[in-house]
């Protein structure tokens, strides 16, 4: 029985690469022109919205402390290093993004199943089928109040893009 505990424990290797991936939605969260890297301006948003608001001298002391390159901004693995975290160079954009793409791939044929008669949109009735087959049954408000919420076009029907949103999957305009 120890050994099955043994080998169900995360490793030390999956542990940082999550810790890394935790630490990269934080990054992306206070990197708030999505430029890749946080400014001045966004690491004191960033420290008031932890509740450790700083003086701009304080923030400078903090830039130039943790700048390795001297850009004036700080990068992911400058941010990691804040925590104490080695982090390595992985592209965590390209992996989200990669990770989104297999939710939109598994969100589609889910699409695909809702759209019973193939005209790529999904309309109330053919919601209604599903969610009964589903073992909900919803009232035609709730039905309209559901696809009311996503159908951004007026449709009456929702498309893809808005299936994803009623499955609260972020949409990536590139795909």
Not at 2 to 23: A, F, G, N, T, W
Not at 51 to 58: H, L, R
Not at 65 to 88: C, K, T
């Amino acid at each position: 029985v120890q050994v099955m505990l043994v080998l169900s424990k995360p490793s030390e290797l999956e542990e940082k690469k999550q810790l890394e991936k935790d630490l990269f939605k934080v990054f992306k969260e206070f990197d708030a022109d999505q430029s890749g890297n946080i400014d001045k301006e966004e690491l004191g948003k960033a420290m008031e919205k932890l509740g450790k608001k700083k003086t701009d001298e304080e923030l400078d002391a903090l830039l130039l402390e943790i700048d390795d390159d001297g850009s004036g901004e700080i990068g992911f693995v400058e941010f990691a290093s804040l925590f104490g975290v080695q982090a390595s160079e992985i592209d965590y954009s390209a992996v989200e993004k990669a990770e989104t793409l297999q939710k939109l791939r598994e969100a589609y044929g889910a699409f695909k199943a809702f759209d019973a008669d193939d005209s790529n949109s999904v309309d109330a009735a053919e919601l209604a089928s599903v969610m009964k087959t589903m073992g909900h049954h919803l009232s035609k408000r709730e039905l309209d109040a559901m696809l009311s919420s996503v159908d951004e076009d007026g449709s009456g029907e929702i498309d893809f893009k808005e299936f994803c949103q009623l499955l609260n999957i972020d949409w990536l305009d590139e795909f």
